[in-house]
């Protein structure tokens, strides 16, 4: 077997967006503009609060990102469901790098607390997933707890997030 990356650049990630990175009808990343991160730092199957794993990912933030113009008119902010939306892609992605086959879906979260906003003048977003457990039955599932944090301050928190992959 060989060994899985433990980070992945942008062009990486857009290949996995295309399909071509955990194989046909498996875990895809979204293309851009909803891919909401530009690399994958770290990815682990050691680690994290739990010992289960870890994923963590950065995004540049620029103010001529999409959402700014639009979210809100003359107040931009990105769109909270965004930052939890990044959280989503990132565990899907994990489920893949597992090897878990069929397609990701988000399923649920069970808290989210938002104590901050992303603004045009932040600079850098750092995500993270520690993971809580991974099912193997009929369907792939993994749960696990995020964070986003805006240069350096954590201002999002998310727990219990669900993924499922499902054959088609």
Known sequence: MTERQSRYE???LLA???GELFGEGNA???LPPMLMFDRISEISEEGGESGKGKVRAELAVRPDLWFFSCHFKGDPVMPGCLGLDALWQMLGFFLGWLGGEGRGRALSVGEVKFSG???PSIK???YGVDLK???RA???LGIGDGWLKADGETIYQAANLRVGLFKS
Do not use: N
């Open 124 to 126: 850098m977003i750092e």
């Open 16 to 18: 996995c967006g295309r």
């Open 10 to 12: 942008y062009e990486e």
């Open 28 to 30: 895809q990343l979204p």
């Open 133 to 135: 457990r991974i099912v």
């Open 117 to 119: 906003m992303v603004l």
């Open 138 to 140: 009929k369907l792939t």
